[in-house]
């Protein structure tokens, strides 16, 4: 599938980088210990060291440095066993100190790698150019008074990963993967919730146009897209804004824009600065950061497995399809669910199951696998009631359906409504007899070569057997019957 967008002048390639903003999932902030728990009263999360005081001095969070690094071991990158704090200085009203503490030319963790599953079963490797620890400012607030804005420090000092991409991006659909899939890897990693709608995780889409083969064009950067959805319909709009402009006999400017979320379109916010303009110097009241290499090599030891491992497991160990198991891991629980299912049974049955009526059922309910109504072992039951023909898959429908309204058990719900699978083949005959019998023109006509009616008399004797035929049984007997 080409990723190519035509123009008035031919087709044109759209260039993406991203620079993702993940919050760290610590209880304390990055260089004090003042808590981060989400939707707290305002400022009622904030040390002096958050709020600027004079003469406060950061104090790092380990275990946010430990986060770091489990993430950059996640995305198979190399981690710095030196790296070190700058003062990024600028002015905002929600930054005390006229600075944020970030990292520059030195970060925590340098190159690495994410793999993205497409649609058509491949696999893409984006590069990832840099991931470093810098603390979050607050938040103002214009809409608490007409004439007055405010000031929240809770977020002050919060520990974010930005996570920087090289530019190897296509296209908005390739963009909405990369999220998806790093969002799944921090949280398999346990590193960020990746709840983007908390604010957890927010991007900076960095987007340019160019003919194919040629140089990177100029770049504009969309700030702070806090959806998928939004970065997929951002991408969108600013290349199709870029070819046009060009396309016309204009030039890109290189600036920082805002996404419209309610107008789908970007605007312009202030030209974009560059690193000189920063004046990043070395954080003096914080000594170069240096890792001992037997620790990192500890928390490799103690990663779980990763999406991308379970992947190929599920696929080795069940038979069942790349596809099937790169839906299943997307989430850590629906993976795990799927193997409490599946051991020790038909597996592709069970991920047939998962992930047509079972997920079907949760989106309906509007519930997750840790809260759904079906355990893993009810429905194992229900499956091991499929594979000894006590019930056929049309009847299992039914009872999975009473399974979710009443909790009870498969079997039980068997043996109350009768349903159990009639395999008596006498009886079937019997049944199949009758349809014939009422059916005499349709059998003729299927005699004489119509034989898209063979589904017809199926559903004719499994409607008057309730459904509770053996389907294979029917379908053998049938068969053996029209042709006589």
């Not at 600027?52 to 690094?69: D, H, S, T």
């Not at 069970?350 to 992930?355: E, L, P, R």
């Not at 009443?406 to 009768?418: L, Q």
Request: aromatic fraction near 8%.
């Amino acid at each position: 599938m080409s990723n190519l967008i035509q123009g008035a002048t031919g087709a044109w390639e759209i260039v993406i980088g991203l620079e993702v903003h993940a919050q760290v999932s610590s209880n304390a902030k990055l260089f004090s210990g003042a808590a981060t728990a989400f939707g707290a009263e305002p400022n009622t999360q904030v040390s002096t060291v958050d709020a600027g005081f004079p003469g406060m001095l950061p104090v790092i969070n380990r275990y946010c440095v430990e986060q770091a690094v489990k993430t950059g071991l996640g995305l198979k990158a190399k981690i710095n066993l030196t790296s070190v704090f700058d003062r990024k200085n600028y002015f905002y009203a929600d930054l005390p100190n006229g600075y944020q503490i970030s990292q520059y030319k030195d970060p925590i963790v340098g190159e690495g790698r994410l793999l993205l599953d497409m649609p058509d079963g491949s696999t893409r490797e984006i590069g990832i150019t840099r991931l470093h620890l810098e603390q979050d400012a607050g938040k103002s607030m214009h809409d608490q008074h007409p004439n007055l804005t405010f000031v929240d420090l809770n977020r002050a000092g919060v520990a974010l990963m930005e996570i920087v991409s090289e530019p190897d991006l296509r296209s908005a659909e390739e963009a909405a993967l990369y999220l998806t899939k790093l969002r799944t890897v921090l949280r398999y990693l346990g590193t960020c919730d990746g709840n983007m709608e908390e604010g957890s995780m927010r991007a900076d889409v960095n987007v340019s146009v160019r003919k194919p083969g040629q140089p990177f064009g100029t770049r504009c950067e969309i700030k702070n897209v806090n959806s998928i959805r939004f970065v997929r319909a951002a991408v969108e709009y600013e290349a199709r804004r870029q070819i046009d402009i060009i396309e016309d006999g204009g030039v890109i400017h290189q600036e920082t824009r805002l996404f419209d979320s309610g107008k789908g379109v970007t605007r312009s916010m202030r030209s974009k600065e560059d690193a000189h303009d920063y004046r990043y110097f070395p954080d003096p009241d914080l000594l170069p950061l240096v890792l001992d290499a037997a620790w990192v090599e500890g928390l490799k030891a103690g990663l779980p497995e990763l999406p991308d491992e379970k992947k190929a497991r599920l696929v080795a160990d069940y038979g069942i399809k790349p596809y099937d198991a790169g839906v299943l891991v997307a989430e850590r629980e629906p993976a795990d669910f799927f193997e409490a299912v599946a051991r020790g049974r038909d597996s592709r049955l069970a991920a047939s199951w998962i992930m047509g009526d079972y997920f079907a059922m949760l989106n309906r309910l509007g519930k997750s696998v840790t809260d759904s109504p079906v355990s893993a072992q009810a429905l194992g039951e229900l499956i091991d009631l499929i594979a000894d023909d006590t019930i056929s898959g049309r009847i299992a429908k039914e009872v999975f359906e009473a399974m979710v309204e009443t909790g009870k058990a498969p079997a039980a719900i068997v043996e109350e409504k009768g349903l159990r699978q009639v395999t008596d083949t006498g009886a079937i005959e019997t049944a199949i007899d009758e349809v014939l019998a009422r059916n005499q023109d349709k059998v003729a006509e299927y005699r004489s070569g119509k034989d898209k009616l063979f589904g017809f008399f199926v559903g004719q004797v499994m409607k008057a057997t309730q459904g509770k035929a053996n389907p294979a049984a029917v379908n053998d007997i049938l068969k053996a019957k029209l042709q006589g």
